[in-house]
């Protein structure tokens, strides 16, 4: 199952490290975040290096749905409900700060990559008043955003909010242009980090600044993220010929789809669950019932799954890894929305590296502690983790019974029939039939038994 953006595009090969090497800056993984985070440091004059476990852009980037938007579900009424309007009003600038510093970057570097700026729509087949008061929360901060009671969108609804000049692109082939200038070494997995060198299996490297930009952080203590965020898995497919409606739309119902098209395709996403939870499977079923009901006309041409951080109170989780690492900084948590995420991300850290103040800084620090809207997260994940730890370790495949345990806290692993894996629950790490890594926190394969 490959993406369309990975089917379409082939960025450059890198070569791997090939000795030990210093240098002011490194970054761990060569996703969005970490891309642009050594592109900006590099474009604010501090040199850089990029160490990427496989391919640049191989992860969870070319996955995407690549809708750079300020447009994150329900999320403006709840921040000033829970953190009031000061810090909401914070929130909402980031991401539209975001989304101009990607017009700016593509402007002036007259980047071909699909980018266009159209309006992103939020909707709902029952929840109407969530909707308005949505869409007068983000007026209220400052947002571009209106209730309509009806849009082109050929599914039943109630109304959406439409918030203007949001963007989409081809995210790889804007990857594929910033990273030219760029020193990245790929086949280069960091195994751990000690001060400020990063020990990989191609040799040491030593940075008086250490960014961790992959994607779910590997390092537990100090940080602790594996206590602050999971991981969900989602679905998307690609339909050529299908109706097109115009803009970008995403549903607040369970079971509601988000839509974007690319050229001739519309992208048809769904299905999301936490990661380890999929024993049955069935979610690109549902998805192409779905496609098949409201888009008749469209043909499926690709099918992928992405997989998020999700943090207990929403936001990213942007700055120093901790108190007692500073200059150790972390990007993770972009929930659903890894484009905006991503740049604000590289904003941040660029600006801490270069010793300048932020004004999204505090907000968005892994020091932050906003319990209002973390609480009920974190006590779900709490109770997932204990359960998982506490289970046996046996996880049943195919009438087989196999020992299988992620070697990256010892949660039980469940197998997940629809992409032939075992998946965590706890963390999200996943591993192939053979017990092979595809995707951490976990740095090492399951052991079988």
């Not at 800084?361 to 730890?389: H, N, T, W």
Request: proline share 4%.
């Amino acid at each position: 199952m490959e993406s369309i953006w990975s089917s379409t595009v082939q960025i450059h090969e890198r070569g791997a490290l090939k000795e030990d090497l210093s240098v002011e800056a490194a970054v761990i993984g060569a996703g969005m975040a970490g891309i642009l985070t050594a592109y900006l440091l590099e474009e604010s004059g501090v040199p850089v290096v990029v160490l990427e476990a496989d391919r640049i852009g191989s992860g969870q980037t070319q996955n995407t749905t690549a809708k750079i938007t300020s447009q994150h579900g329900l999320i403006y009424s709840k921040l000033i409900k829970k953190m009031g309007p000061q810090k909401a009003r914070l929130y909402a600038m980031a991401q539209e700060a975001a989304i101009s510093e990607y017009g700016r970057i593509i402007g002036e570097g007259g980047i071909k990559c699909h980018f266009e700026q159209l309006p992103s729509y939020l909707y709902s087949a029952c929840q109407k008043d969530a909707l308005w008061k949505e869409a007068q929360a983000a007026k209220e901060l400052g947002l571009c955003a209106k209730f309509l009671e009806k849009t082109d969108l050929p599914m039943e609804h109630v109304g959406a909010v439409c918030f203007e000049e949001q963007a989409q692109f081809h995210p790889l082939e804007f990857m594929d242009e910033i990273s030219r200038g760029l020193v990245v070494y790929e086949k280069t997995k960091a195994l751990s980090v000690k001060g400020n060198r990063i020990i990989t299996n191609c040799g040491t490297v030593k940075a008086e600044h250490i960014i961790f930009a992959s994607h779910y952080p590997f390092i537990n203590v100090p940080g602790f993220y594996f206590a602050r965020e999971h991981q969900e898995r989602s679905y998307v497919i690609a339909l050529e010929s299908a109706m097109q409606p115009k803009g970008m739309y995403y549903s607040i119902d369970q079971g509601g789809l988000s839509l974007r098209n690319y050229e001739n395709f519309l992208l048809v996403g769904g299905g999301a669950h936490r990661t380890g939870r999929n024993q049955k499977g069935g979610q690109y079923e549902e998805l192409k019932k779905q496609a098949q009901m409201y888009f008749p006309t469209g043909k499926e041409v690709f099918c992928w799954s992405a997989q998020d951080c999700m943090p207990h109170d929403q936001m990213a989780l942007i700055g120093n890894y901790s108190l007692f690492s500073p200059y150790w900084y972390v990007e993770t948590g972009f929930h659903k929305w890894g484009m905006t995420s991503a740049m604000l991300s590289a904003m941040i850290i660029r600006d801490a590296v270069c010793g300048i103040e932020n004004p999204y800084r505090r907000l968005f620090s892994p020091q932050r502690f906003y319990p209002r809207m973390a609480a009920g997260p974190f006590i779900q994940d709490l109770a997932v983790s204990v359960k998982e730890l506490s289970k046996g370790m046996f996880a049943p495949k195919a009438g087989k019974i196999r020992k299988l345990r992620c070697p990256h806290m010892g949660c039980r692993l469940y197998w997940n029939e629809e992409e032939q894996s075992f998946d965590c629950p706890c963390h999200g790490s996943r591993f192939d039939k053979e017990g092979e890594l595809l995707s951490g926190p976990a740095q090492k394969g399951c052991c079988k038994k």
